[in-house]
Nanobody, 124 residues
Framework: QVQLAESGGGLVQAGGSLRLSCAAS????????MGWFRQAPGKEREFVAA????????YYAESVKGRFTISRDNAKNTVYLQMNSLKPEDTAVYHC?????????????????WGQGTQVTVSS
């Protein structure tokens, strides 16, 4: 089993920045890919970004490209999401995810473990 603990959410004005962190514990050697999904009230959960364990491949939703950056520190078993130029439509609960395999990083089914989530609220 893998446990994921997110931190770094909060309230920020539009145009501001936040950095989310996700620390993994447990069977971390089995993790192939980590990433982030988000869910706003009344909306479906959507893919945000993902990164492979090697760090050589990253994936982003079109809505966050150029504003968000995902990175990871394997020594700390931690993945980060740097969010810049935040918009009110970025308001959501952000969930950290980890998967042991898979080929399509944007699919929820590719991930075996999910964190509880951290709230990000962007005011206009």
């Amino acid at each position: 089993q893998v446990q994921l603990a997110e931190s770094g959410g909060g309230l920020v004005q539009a145009g501001g920045s936040l950095r989310l962190s996700c620390a993994a514990s447990g069977r971390t050697f089995s993790i192939y890919r980590m990433g982030w999904f988000r869910q706003a009230p009344g909306k479906e959960r959507e893919f945000v970004a993902a990164i492979r364990r090697s760090g050589d491949s990253t994936y982003y939703a079109e809505s966050v490209k150029g504003r968000f950056t995902i990175s990871r520190d394997n020594a700390k078993n931690t993945v980060y999401l740097q969010m810049n130029s935040l918009k009110p439509e970025d308001t959501a609960v952000y969930h950290c995810v980890a998967g042991e395999g898979g080929f399509v990083p944007t699919r929820t089914q590719e991930y075996d473990y999910w964190g509880q989530g951290t709230q990000v609220t962007v005011s206009s």
